[in-house]
């Protein structure tokens, strides 16, 4: 099922991930590689189903947003002491 929640469900999540300059400009990935990789799977409805080149794709996009989230995390931890880690 996850490949049906690519070709449209998370199609424009996606395509808005891949455009954003903190994305495009990443030190980790070739962000300009994984756009264009992401516009040709979109490009005609979906009809390009190469799965493999998608599943990159969506690989870069959760290590993305799982990086923003750890930064945000690790911000809010160095200015808020009543987080904890542990019980």
């Given at each position: 099922p996850?490949f049906?929640w690519?070709?449209?469900?998370?199609?424009?999540?996606i395509?808005d991930?891949?455009?954003?300059?903190?994305?495009?400009?990443?030190?980790?990935?070739?962000?300009?590689?994984?756009?264009?990789l992401?516009?040709n799977?979109?490009?005609?409805?979906?009809?390009?189903?190469?799965?493999?080149?998608?599943?990159?794709?969506?690989?870069?996009?959760?290590a993305f947003?799982?990086?923003?989230?750890?930064?945000?995390?690790?911000?809010?931890?160095?200015?808020?002491?009543?987080?904890?880690?542990?019980?």
């Amino acid at each position: 099922p996850w490949f049906d929640w690519l070709k449209d469900p998370l199609k424009e999540y996606i395509l808005d991930t891949v455009s954003s300059t903190e994305f495009l400009h990443s030190h980790i990935w070739r962000g300009d590689k994984i756009k264009l990789l992401a516009e040709n799977f979109y490009s005609n409805g979906t009809q390009n189903k190469d799965k493999g080149r998608i599943a990159r794709v969506w690989r870069c996009v959760q290590a993305f947003h799982l990086m923003r989230l750890f930064k945000d995390f690790r911000y809010y931890a160095c200015t808020h002491k009543e987080i904890r880690l542990t019980q």
